[in-house]
């Protein structure tokens, strides 16, 4: 079963601009991460928030968390052709040490 | 080494036979998780080993799948009599508690059972 759901399953956008994506989860969690997929190969980490953090920024990436909703989102600005890929979240319910991921979203970005 | 080392990349196995994938996790990494990965669908857990004790394997479709880390490092995924069903890429992750629950990922075995 899977704990995350993003939306949406899919975005296609030009490069330049922002493109968002969200997760929602069921239960209570220790923390919320995500994760970017190329094409063939294994996942790559991107962020981790904490559940007492509500905002968390690393270079282009911009990630909010709200526990009261049970959903994060994840930003990237100023998009490249490069940030094409499949992003995931994964989540780790309290009580437990085993990230669980959604289905993800396929990002695509026209150059 | 620098990174989660997968092999074999590819498998292609005939329906009934045993196949045996490898993990090697990224050098003194206490956590090891096997991850499941249908095409078009997020990783499914599998199993959770802390060194070389399997904690958790609750993720394991049926009792043909087995998972064994014997010495705290390598680990080996083994799934018997193989069906159509189990075709996917098994992806293996390793972790440490002093990089606060950031999986590192190998690229995965895409495994395709005919």
């Known amino acids: 079963s899977q704990q995350g759901e993003e939306d949406p399953q899919a975005l296609s956008i030009q490069e330049g601009e922002n493109a968002t994506m969200n997760c929602s989860y069921k239960?209570?969690?220790?923390?919320l991460q995500w994760y970017r997929q190329n094409s063939g190969r294994g996942l790559v980490h991107l962020i981790l928030i904490r559940s007492n953090e509500r905002e968390k920024h690393s270079g282009r990436l911009r990630v909010t968390l709200d526990t009261s909703k049970k959903s994060s989102s994840l930003l990237i600005t100023a998009s490249r052709a490069a940030d094409t890929a499949s992003y995931f979240c994964a989540t780790d319910a309290a009580g437990s040490y085993i990230p669980t991921f959604g289905r993800g979203t396929s990002l695509i970005v026209h150059p | 080494g620098a990174g989660v080392s997968q092999s074999p990349r590819y498998k292609v196995a005939k329906r009934g036979q045993d196949v045996a994938l490898r993990c090697d996790p990224i050098s003194g990494h206490v956590s090891l998780f096997w991850y499941q990965q249908a095409l078009g669908q997020g990783p499914e857990f599998l199993t959770y080993?802390?060194?070389?004790?399997?904690?958790?394997k609750s993720g394991l479709p049926s009792d043909r799948f087995f998972a064994e880390r014997p010495e705290g490092s390598v680990s080996t995924l083994k799934i018997q009599r193989t069906q159509q069903e189990d075709s996917a890429v098994y992806l293996c992750a390793s972790s440490n508690p002093g990089v606060g629950g950031k999986l590192f990922f190998g690229s995965g075995t895409q495994l395709s059972v005919l």
């Open positions: 239960t209570s969690i220790n923390n």
């Open positions: 080993f802390q060194n070389e004790a399997q904690l958790d």
